[in-house]
């Protein structure tokens, strides 16, 4: 995605830290019209900004907002949860990062494709180092962030017959709530949105927006495991696709 001039952008989880972040940064790159999902009531000085009242576990809020989209560009798949304090003791705390970071993004995804094939558009998932190397401080969060890692992936190589491009912003230290307590280098939530945007523009499948995550960044790109990504999608890609 060139540009986001003239676009259509819906981020979840839009209120605060990088998600809050990322719709002052699309506002400031020119786009048309911003629709910004949250929880609870959200007010916005911008006219382009559309709030949406949106629980990504809920399904019929999922459905309510995907009514109200009259045309979508990109979508950021950026509500998360992250419960620190765990231990993988409980099932029930690992089901509930599953409902908001795997299946919410799922639902919300599935929801807005119609729109999103249509315009020829793209999704971005927001992610985290967590997905790759588990921290024991936050082993649920990063049990889900793995798996919504993959769903990524899976999502890329079945959207791509349908002209829907899906990228992942891995995360590493953000100066955000779920970091506060910390001190620790982190980087601001606008330098992390800009830098976000930036990778859009430039077609990165996978975006480094931090310092830290930068460290792991080309790593990645020359992995034997980013070329079996690309071998295993080669093989949806000859089927014709979903």
Known sequence: MSTMSGKSVLVTGANRGIGRALVAEALARGAARVYAGTRQPLDHSDDRVVPLTLDVTDAA??????????????????????????????????EQHFAVNVFGTFRVTRALLPALTESRGAVLNILSTSSWANMPLLPSYSVSKAAAFSLTQGLRAYLAAQGVRVHAAIIGTVDTDMTRAFDIPKAAP?????????GLAAGEGEIFPDPMAELIAEAWRTSALKAMEIEYAALVAGDGGA
């Open 61 to 94: 809020q999922v459905r309510t907002a995907a009514e109200a989209v009259e045309s979508l560009d990109l979508l950021v798949n950026n509500a998360g949860l992250a419960v620190w304090g765990d231990d993988l003791s409980d099932p029930a705390l690992l």
């Open 190 to 198: 606008d330098t992390v949105a800009a830098r976000i945007f930036d």
